[in-house]
């Protein structure tokens, strides 16, 4: 049987990563000692990396595809395709920043104040790339992890990752720029994608994902409503395109279905209700494909 080959991230994007493919339908089981995790697809054989290097294993064709972060893409300079961006992170749904940082009591308040000082961090590349473009002259140190806490005695400034800034904060850093913004992306391996078969399915696996990124924000909701009420009911709707109305047994009611987002319904349940809609009924989603 063909196969597709596909990565993940191992590490802090793991658990999420996981969770979406399970709403786009696949069911993941990862073992602690093993990078090789178990998939209800037998067309898919899943493999874990590390987000730093997948971008250059897909690149090489080790594996067909995976998700890894924009930034990694950029930092390794990989040549591949890029099927999707996909919008989540490990704690929130926001992307990952990547900060020039310094300790709060410096007196450096923009980049051009680091000339000739020490800049630690793992994204060596993009951060020489950003300094050249700022005509900046300063020493890059690839950083093997907690860099946060290597200003001032062991670095002048870190380029770091970052989601809401609260460890930045906790160790007494300062934002002084943003270097880039990263999303993960599902990408291919250029060669894998021109076999047929295998660009079909890594392009329906693309729209599973997507639908279930789509949904994260969404919920559903089922109501029933009388003809009387229905012109105000379906005023105060907002939905994907219409919502779907089907007639109820009873004469004059309908049944209103539709899809709005997460964030309005505690304001729209409660208007739904003085608008006359009854049985009203909020539910998750999975996907959401337009």
Not at 19 to 24: D, N, S, V
Request: proline letters at 5%; one cysteine or more; aromatic letters at 6%.
């Amino acid at each position: 049987m063909t196969t597709l080959k596909i990565a993940l991230p191992k590490g802090s994007l793991e658990e999420a990563t996981c969770r979406l493919f399970e709403k786009a339908g696949f069911s993941i089981s990862v073992s602690s000692r093993s990078y090789f995790p178990s998939v209800d697809d037998p067309e898919l054989e899943v493999i874990l990396f590390r987000p730093q290097e997948m971008s250059r294993y897909i690149e090489d064709g080790i594996v067909d595809c995976g998700v890894t972060g924009h930034d990694w893409i950029l930092e390794n300079e990989s040549k591949v395709v890029e099927l999707c961006e996909l919008q989540y992170s490990k704690r929130t749904r926001n992307p990952v920043r990547w900060v020039l940082a310094v300790h709060q009591d410096s007196s450096f308040k923009n980049v051009k104040d680091l000339e000739g000082k020490k800049i630690v961090t793992e994204l060596v590349n993009v951060t020489k790339n950003y300094l050249k473009k700022n005509k900046v002259r300063a020493e890059v140190e690839f950083s093997w992890g907690a860099t946060e806490v290597k200003p001032p005695r062991l670095a002048d400034a870190i380029v770091e990752a970052t989601e809401t800034g609260s460890s930045l904060r906790a160790n007494h850093l300062r934002i002084i720029d943003t270097l880039l913004t990263s999303v993960p992306k599902f990408i291919a391996n250029e060669k894998s994608f021109r076999d047929p078969w295998k660009k079909r399915k890594m392009e329906n696996v693309s729209i599973l994902l997507q639908g279930a990124i789509r949904a994260q924000e969404k919920v559903g909701l089922k109501m029933n409503v009388s003809k009387k009420d229905l012109a105000k009911v379906l005023k105060i709707l907002p939905a994907l395109k219409k919502p779907t109305l089907s007639s109820l047994s009873q004469e004059g009611w309908y049944d209103v279905d539709t899809v709005i987002d997460e964030a309005v319904v505690r304001e729209i349940i409660p208007a739904l209700k003085a608008a006359g809609a009854s049985g009203i009924i909020e539910y998750p989603l999975n996907k959401v494909i337009p």
